[in-house]
């Protein structure tokens, strides 16, 4: 079973839940290219879309050591 990233829509505050594997195979190509200065290397950012308002916000996974958000 794939990792999944729960978050809340920051337009409509609505929970969304998202497959990271999917996340990673159809966006982070793009989002690290264009932010590699921006975001530092433990950092991944993704543009989503809301499930129930249908607004795109960003969504930022900061890694740590074990999965401790640093």
């Not at 249908?54 to 740590?64: A, E, I, N, S």
């Amino acid at each position: 079973m794939p990792p999944f990233v729960s978050t809340e829509c920051p337009h409509c505050q609505k929970r969304n839940r998202f497959d990271l594997a999917e996340l990673n195979k159809t966006d982070t190509m793009v989002m690290k290219n264009i932010l590699l200065h921006v975001v530092s290397d433990d950092d991944e950012e993704f543009s989503v879309t809301c499930q129930h308002c249908g607004r795109k916000f960003k969504l930022t996974m900061r890694g740590g050591k074990d999965g401790e958000e640093k």
